[in-house]
């Protein structure tokens, strides 16, 4: 130990000699000249430069789950705020974690999961209405009753606690200010708690009687829009972020593929199948064998709808005495996974090939049986295509709604897939055992389906 401890001072003792060597005497009398020095300080991100640096879809994203879990109040538009930023911390403070202001990917996963989780509650869905030519968000479940006339349409609770209210009409020189000030006072004994007029739109809201209300309304040209949606101050918890999603949601006067909600049926309808069974399971989108007269599977023949699951949008076909068939194993559930979007795409959108489509893409799980999220978004054409992953596995189906929707929703709506554990106990509800292994190629487990109707 006492020669260590010498070692120790002869080495210091040779490098303090070796300083004092390399470094020269002082002119006699000469001041040594102070040294000014900076410190550097790395530059701290913020929470609003995080957020720049994503994609705007994904800040709206984040803005519209927020709203859906209570934590949001402002316009979805994907710019960065301090509300958003408040927003963010007050869902971690909830979570028991450290307020930073930006969501590490378990928070946002469990954002997604439980802004959808509300949005299943109250049944949100896009909706396009023909008589208005309005595309909105409507809470199917807290609105069932539906009615319409020359003026609008209208969608109630049974009870009539929650009342959605859509009208259109023309006007001639209307102006926003105008149409506001109007609909302060009708119907007499509104209490405005909260006025916005803008060249275009503007909006309104407080007290109708018992009811709080909210009102949006725009124009163009001489053409009115007006939403209104009405509620019992009781079920406020439940519908303030529902109203911030359909304000968010509003589109009055869809331009292009919207004009005309979403694209009618056609006479012969083209999707994707997945083979799940070598005795003739195949699983495909609900919506694309819809009202079919007959089914047809490309290169195996006539096909029988057995079953359908129409929370998930799934559909069993069956084809009988095919041969060669070559069944797809289905994933476990997995955290984030690069993979490949497999379908036989529509002809007529895809210039009419038959050869299969595929896109790299990655799906990300919401959380725990949840839908998984899929990016980049496909475009048309790959109506119940599969996700698989780089074992050949199937990790979900892709609904044909999120294809429409796409392709017309305002603000865009992320790509979900109906995950494999989903599809699994849909197999077993209905008596199919999938295969316990898969082809090396996947592509070799999709079909083309072909649906003709009327």
């Not at 275009?200 to 001489?222: A, M, P, T, W």
């Not at 509620?231 to 004009?259: R, W």
């Given at each position: 130990m006492r020669s260590a401890i010498a070692a120790t001072f002869v080495i210091v003792a040779s490098a303090v000699s070796a300083q004092a060597q390399m470094t020269p005497p002082s002119a006699a009398g000469a001041r040594p000249k102070p040294v000014t020095t900076v410190p550097i300080r790395p530059a701290l991100q913020t929470p609003a430069d995080t957020a720049s640096a994503m994609a705007q879809a994904e800040r709206q994203a984040i803005q519209s789950d927020l709203a859906w879990v209570g934590h949001y109040n402002g316009a979805i538009n994907g710019e960065v705020s301090d509300r958003m930023v408040a927003g963010i911390k007050a869902f971690q403070k909830d979570r028991g974690a450290k307020q930073t202001g930006v969501l590490n990917p378990q928070e946002r996963g469990a954002l997604a999961e439980g802004a959808k989780k509300r949005q299943d509650n109250v049944g949100w869905k896009i909706v396009f209405d023909a008589g208005t030519g309005v595309r909105l968000g409507v809470p199917t479940k807290l609105v069932p009753q539906q009615s319409s006339d020359a003026t609008g349409a209208k969608w109630t609770s049974t009870t009539g606690t929650i009342q959605i209210q859509m009208a259109r009409r023309k006007e001639a020189?209307?102006?926003?200010?105008?149409?506001?000030?109007?609909?302060?006072?009708?119907?007499?004994?509104?209490?405005?708690?909260?006025?916005?007029?803008?060249?275009?739109?503007?909006?309104?809201?407080?007290?109708?009687?018992?009811?709080?209300?909210?009102?949006?309304?725009?124009?163009?040209?001489?053409?009115?829009?007006?939403?209104?949606?009405?509620?019992?101050?009781?079920?406020?918890?439940?519908?303030?972020?529902?109203?911030?999603?359909?304000?968010?949601?509003?589109?009055?006067?869809?331009?292009?593929?919207?004009?005309?909600?979403?694209?009618p049926r056609k006479t012969v309808e083209y999707g994707t199948g997945i083979v799940v069974s070598d005795d003739g399971a195949i699983v495909t989108d609900r919506q694309v064998v819809d009202g079919c007269l007959s089914i047809v599977v490309a290169g195996y023949g006539n096909a029988d709808r057995t079953a359908e699951d129409k929370d998930h949008d799934l559909a069993l076909l069956r084809i009988y005495g095919a041969r060669g068939l070559k069944p797809i194993a289905l994933s476990e559930d997995a955290a984030k996974i690069d993979g490949e979007l497999i379908g036989i795409a529509d002809p007529q959108t895809q210039g009419g090939g038959a050869a299969v489509s595929n896109v790299k893409a990655t799906a990300t799980p919401a959380g725990s049986g949840a839908d998984l999220t899929l990016k980049p978004a496909p475009g048309p054409g790959f109506s119940g295509a599969g996700f698989f992953d780089n074992d050949a596995k199937l990790l979900g189906v892709l609904p044909l709604k999120d294809i429409l929707q796409l392709t017309a929703a305002a603000p865009p709506a992320p790509a979900t897939l109906v995950p494999a554990g989903v599809v699994r106990e849909f197999l077993k509800a209905n008596g199919v055992a999938p295969a316990s292994d898969s082809p090396t190629d996947a592509k070799a487990s999709v079909v083309r389906v072909i649906c003709v109707r009327k």
């Open positions: 020189g209307p102006t926003t200010a105008k149409l506001a000030e109007r609909e302060k006072k009708e119907p007499a004994g509104r209490k405005i708690e909260y006025s916005l007029v803008k060249p275009d739109f503007f909006v309104l809201s407080g007290l109708q009687g018992l009811k709080k209300f909210y009102l949006r309304g725009q124009i163009k040209g001489d053409e009115v829009r007006i939403l209104t949606i009405l509620y019992d101050q009781a079920t406020e918890g439940t519908m303030e972020p529902v109203v911030i999603a359909m304000s968010s949601a509003f589109t009055p006067f869809p331009n292009g593929a919207q004009a005309g909600g979403p694209p």
